[in-house]
């Protein structure tokens, strides 16, 4: 059983996501293996917030090259998180 903290890995940063807090949307790092129900509920407890709806998508991780050597980046989830218009914002976003 994952914890809502668990779930939520950590936010993510960037120009385009900043943007699209005006529309009451937030974008989260989020365990592979949790669904849209699950995430839905631990940004609900962890944030006190009402969520509207969740888009997820999957991020394959890249191959890299270190010389003759070759890996891979982990394959991660990312979530977009609509909150109602009734609803109060993030608090950790409000600072941005």
Known sequence: ??????????????????????????????????????????????FGVTVDKVNTISVKGKVKRMGKNEGKRPDRRKAIITLTP?????????GM
């Open 1 to 46: 059983m994952m914890t809502p903290y668990d779930i939520i890995v950590k936010p993510i940063i960037t120009e385009r996501s900043m943007d699209d807090m005006a529309e009451r949307k937030y974008t989260f790092w989020v365990d592979m293996r949790a669904n849209k129900t699950e995430i839905k509920k631990a940004a609900e407890k962890v």
């Open 86 to 94: 009734e609803s109060k914002g993030i608090e950790f976003f409000e």
